[in-house]
């Protein structure tokens, strides 16, 4: 019985690399892939892995700009004068500054 192994190469030390020892299971353009190294399961993994680092940079942009918005806004008021507004005049107020 012929088994063909993965055709991937991995390093395990530093003076070179060996192909994986796992047994192929999935034939991409003649070439056979284990389950790890499956180069369409690779895609889908990275794709998925970049997606939820975009949605986590996204979400700390949109906090990054919004308190340098907050900044820019409020660097001329006294912290009297944001006090006295509270959260509510505070959020009008920048509101108002950013659609100027």
């Given at each position: 019985?012929?088994?063909?192994?993965?055709?991937?190469?991995?390093?395990?030390?530093?003076?070179?690399?060996?192909?994986?020892?796992?047994?192929?299971?999935?034939?991409?353009?003649?070439?056979?892939?284990?389950?790890?190294?499956?180069?369409?399961?690779?895609?889908?993994?990275?794709?998925?892995?970049?997606?939820?680092?975009?949605?986590?940079?996204?979400?700390?942009?949109?906090v990054w700009h919004r308190r340098?918005?907050?900044?820019?806004?409020?660097?001329?008021?006294?912290?009297?004068?944001?006090?006295?507004?509270?959260?509510?005049?505070l959020l009008r107020m920048l509101?108002?500054?950013?659609?100027?």
């Amino acid at each position: 019985m012929n088994v063909e192994r993965c055709c991937k190469q991995v390093f395990r030390t530093g003076w070179g690399g060996n192909n994986c020892t796992r047994k192929g299971t999935v034939e991409v353009n003649g070439k056979w892939y284990c389950w790890q190294h499956d180069p369409e399961r690779v895609k889908r993994e990275d794709k998925k892995r970049y997606q939820e680092w975009k949605d986590k940079n996204d979400a700390s942009n949109a906090v990054w700009h919004r308190r340098t918005l907050e900044r820019e806004v409020c660097q001329d008021v006294s912290t009297e004068e944001i006090e006295k507004l509270g959260a509510g005049g505070l959020l009008r107020m920048l509101l108002y500054e950013y659609r100027r």
